[in-house]
């Protein structure tokens, strides 16, 4: 069975100013990893993906997400971020065999401030 | 292209009454998923189906809920006897063929449910 955990249910964080979102999983297979992103009253879409290879894995809008396997982490990063970057942000995970069943994070909620 | 849509939008119902939500998804997408997002809860996987196989039916809280995909393509969500814990945003995602390796899901912008 895999879990995924994101610790910070909000992150205020001012224009311009860096952000990283955590997220951590537990899984005894190997996994897939996903960031979505839920702007508001909008629905879900993607933002990045890890499937295999390079560890540090580009998104759109500017994100990126590093793998670590040892620390089972999949943190979500940006240098400068924006207002509209204001929104809720999702990691999930998915084993890679065996099912097609998608693990949701509780998610967290980036709140960028002028 | 058309996305995943879903119906209806929204929807109030009584305690004790049946619902059924609707999801179409993208054309040609053979994997379909339900979730439920309840406000400080993240998205709570529900059921999947892919293709011909049997459904994936482990998410779903109780007997209370079911849900099917005829044709390969719409899915019914069917909640019996709705109670107010039930109110929540359903949502539906599709994905495309298995074979095609994009493991992206593809979100519709949900059913929201309040259960009176």
């Known amino acids: 069975a895999q879990s995924v955990t994101q610790l910070d249910s909000q992150v205020p964080v001012f224009e311009e100013a860096p952000v990283e979102l955590r997220c951590n999983y537990s899984?005894?297979?190997?996994?897939?990893l996903f960031w979505y992103v839920q702007y508001p009253n909008q629905g879900l879409q993607l933002l990045l993906k890890?499937?295999?290879?390079?560890?540090l894995v580009k998104g759109i809008n500017g994100f990126e997400a590093e793998f670590n396997k040892s620390q089972t982490s999949f943190h979500l990063r940006k240098p400068s971020v924006h207002i509209s970057d204001t929104a809720e942000y999702f990691c999930?995970?998915?084993?890679?065999?065996?099912?097609?069943?998608?693990?949701f994070g509780t998610g967290t909620r980036l709140k960028v401030l002028a | 292209g058309a996305g995943v849509s879903q119906s209806p939008s929204n929807k109030v119902t009584e305690k004790g009454k049946d619902v059924e939500l609707r999801c179409d998804p993208i054309s040609g997408h053979t994997a379909l998923y339900w979730y439920r997002q309840s406000l400080g809860q993240g998205l709570e996987f529900l059921i999947y189906f892919q293709g011909n196989s049997a459904p994936d039916k482990s998410g779903l809280p109780s007997d209370r809920f079911s849900a099917e995909r005829t044709g390969g393509s719409v899915s019914t969500l069917t909640i019996q006897r709705t109670q107010q814990e039930d109110s929540a945003v359903y949502l539906c995602?599709?994905?495309?063929?298995?074979?095609?390796?994009?493991?992206?899901?593809?979100f519709g912008p949900g059913t929201r449910l309040t259960v009176t």
């Open positions: 899984s005894s297979v190997s996994v897939y």
């Open positions: 995602a599709s994905s495309p063929r298995k074979d095609r390796v994009t493991y992206e899901q593809y």
């Open positions: 999930a995970v998915r084993g890679t065999s065996g099912t097609y069943k998608y693990i």
């Open positions: 890890y499937l295999s290879g390079s560890t």
